[in-house]
């Protein structure tokens, strides 16, 4: 070894490896990164000086922010490139502004988003329909003189983004808010959801909300078996009422309403709710269960963006228990379905359809709110009449040879709809056990009563609304 070497210190020599790499940096040509010369070109000046301006969209609206996108890109003389953007650490994302910073091969460059494929996500449309929505790409716009880079990040289970992200960069700040507005006033526009049957659930990670799609029961009138009159009235509160909502509203009457279907378990309150939303094919139903009522806030802002719109609230009662505490502080939820009711416009035309089993839950914080509900309907047992046209209803499609349905009718007094429907299945069970034909005769009848009252216990006749009339 020379003396040269054996002389040099360990911090000599770091002094000047160190010095060597920067001259081998300085000396090596820079390459302008990738996004950074896409962008300079597509605008003709210096990204790195642009405005960009962004904002949220909620994870439920993807869909309806792709179509709104499309809608843009299909106007006459506009173009668009869509490039994908690939960035190391998913879960931290990437934004416009880290697309244009210069790296120069240090440390930065092993961290800076790469061009790669654009990503999507099926998502669904209703009626078995999806569409593929970017989830991390770049747009390059061109519409005539205006040219805009609009990069989208949808909501991801790795990362921080409970949302939709959309950062627009322009000439100049207003060109950028103008396609954002006109990205709004789409999605209001055409939203996917309108007209259409949904609920909403919270993700996973209870940090965003989803829309499930829903198909409703086919159902007819003949269906809905409810003593004289009490249909006609039921219709006229709701179907009717819609059918003459501009008429009302020129007049000055306030559009918003609220029904309450009350009575025993089993008596036909939700296939009455069915069938109404069922007549009803042009307004948004907003279907929400007992246990889901946490989310009574963005139902309510939903049913107002989608109006017209239907909220059916089913077991409505619940909510008044969900929230009750050992500190007496009951109705907690209830009180906030009337706050929501009491903050939509009186020109919203926003029907809500309750159902509940126990009104005497309810009634204490409907009274302290008079004219949330407009009309309270009792949905009660059968009578003689009803559970007849019951006997019948069930019994098509089936060969029924009865000699004594007066007899059953009588013997079924104070049961509902539901046991009667019951009733007869477990008729047809007993009758298939005999031959290849069903043939429903009084003495299945009686075996399938027997083993609903005698055999069911107390539970049963509990399920299937019969718990007084046997006990």
Known sequence: M???????????????????LEQVTTSAPTEEPFFKSQLHTHFSEDPRTLPVVSQQFEKSDHPNLQLAIDEYLAQGGCSAQLLGVITPHEHLGVSLSQLVIDTNGGFMSSVQPTPGPVQYVNLPLGNDQLLACVQ?????????DLHLAVMVRGASDYSFRAGITVEVMASDRSSAEAFLAQLRTSIRRRNIYRGRVISLVQSEDRRSLNVIFHSLPSLNRDQIILPDGLLQ???RQSIGFSQVADKLQAAGRHLKRGILLYGPPGTGKTLTAMY????MPDRTIILITGRGMGLIEKSCEMARLLQPAT???????LIAEERSSDKGCSNVVL?????????LNEDADVLFVLTTNRPEILESA???RPGRVDTAIEIPLPDASCRRRLFELYGKGLQVSLENLDSFIARTQGVSAAFIRELMRKAALFAADEGQEILICDRHLDEALYELVELGGELTHSILGA???FS
């Open 2 to 20: 020379s003396d040269d070497m054996s002389s040099l210190s360990v911090n000599d020599f770091g002094a000047s490896f160190k010095k060597f």
């Open 136 to 144: 991390s790409g770049l747009y390059l716009i061109s519409n005539g």
């Open 233 to 235: 009235r039921i219709e």
């Open 276 to 279: 109404l939303a069922s007549q």
């Open 311 to 317: 909220l059916i609230l089913e077991d409505v009662d």
């Open 335 to 343: 009180f906030e379905l009337l706050n929501q009711m009491d903050g």
């Open 366 to 368: 409907l009274a302290a």
């Open 467 to 469: 718990g007084e009339a």
